[in-house]
């Protein structure tokens, strides 16, 4: 293992493990997850204080100064910060990667994986606590806007985030490491877009549901999109299993065990 991560020379295992930190930093990843968690745990508490105080009539004006300000204010802000992210990881992007080192190009896959971790964690309150959430409000009160103090919570805030953390892998990935530049990642692709499509689905059930006037309940074929859309989630998986087989590959050069393979698709 000294081997893999030195520089050239051998290292105590005191010194290796200095250098394997470096290549993996969890303090931004706990910052980010900190931060997050009380992103989520303030607007569950918000809903707790204020949905049936005054989120059960659309039309009041308590309604339009409590959920609907939210829903002003969260909207253009995380998909505000999420451009600015997006554009930050593409005007940086790596515009000469066949000069790639091996230790840099297992860094930045270090890197993915803590982008995806980020992506997951933002996935799973969605796909748990505030997705039942949703269904339990919708199954007690009756919806009288599409706009309800569970939605708003729930598709425009908890969905634009992780479409935020899910395209950012996707470009990091693109644009700094070369077996994903160089060629499509089919699981990539699904773990990203798929999810993301949850958001465009909204509209198709909301428009069922003002024509239909069906019940919530979880096995109505409006919702049949929410399941398989977020299935595909799974693929992540796949990335995993990609990113692996070339760090592997990346460990074996860097220690010297075989000569460098090319990063393809």
């Known amino acids: 293992m000294s081997a893999v991560i030195g520089s050239g020379r051998s290292q105590t295992p005191s010194q290796a493990a200095v250098t394997e930190q470096k290549m993996f930093k969890f303090g931004p990843v706990a910052i980010v997850w900190g931060l997050m968690a009380a992103i989520y745990l303030g607007l569950r508490v918000f809903q707790q ?3 049936f105080s005054v989120g059960l009539d659309s039309t009041t004006p308590e309604f339009e100064s ?3 300000r939210l829903f002003q204010i969260e909207v253009p802000l995380i998909f505000g910060t999420g451009f600015a992210v997006w554009l930050y990881l593409w005007f940086t992007r790596d515009k000469n990667m066949d000069s790639l080192q091996p230790k ?3 860094r930045r896959y270090f890197s993915l994986v803590a982008w995806f971790l980020l992506y997951t964690f933002s996935f799973l309150w969605i796909a748990s606590f505030f997705g039942e959430g949703d269904a339990v409000w919708h199954q007690t009160v009756v919806r009288d806007t599409s ?5 708003i919570v729930v598709f425009y805030a908890c969905v634009p985030m992780y479409i935020v953390f899910g395209v950012s892998s996707l470009l990091y990935a693109t644009t700094r490491l070369p077996r994903f530049a160089k060629g499509y990642s089919v699981p990539l692709i699904m773990a990203v877009l798929g999810p993301a499509l949850i958001l465009p689905n909204l509209g198709y059930n909301e428009w ?3 024509f239909w006037l069906t019940e919530e309940i979880f ?3 409006l ?3 929410f399941p398989i859309l977020g299935w595909t989630g799974f693929a992540l998986g796949g990335v995993l299993l990609q990113a692996l087989t070339r760090m592997y590959e990346l460990f074996r050069e860097i220690d010297g065990t075989s000569e460098p393979a090319k990063a393809t698709a």
């Open 208 to 210: 069922g549901h003002a």
């Open 147 to 151: 706009f309800t103090p569970s939605h």
């Open 104 to 106: 840099e190009e297992l």
């Open 66 to 68: 409590h959920w609907m």
């Open 223 to 225: 919702h049949w999109g």
């Open 49 to 51: 204080e204020f949905g």
């Open 219 to 221: 096995s109505h074929p």
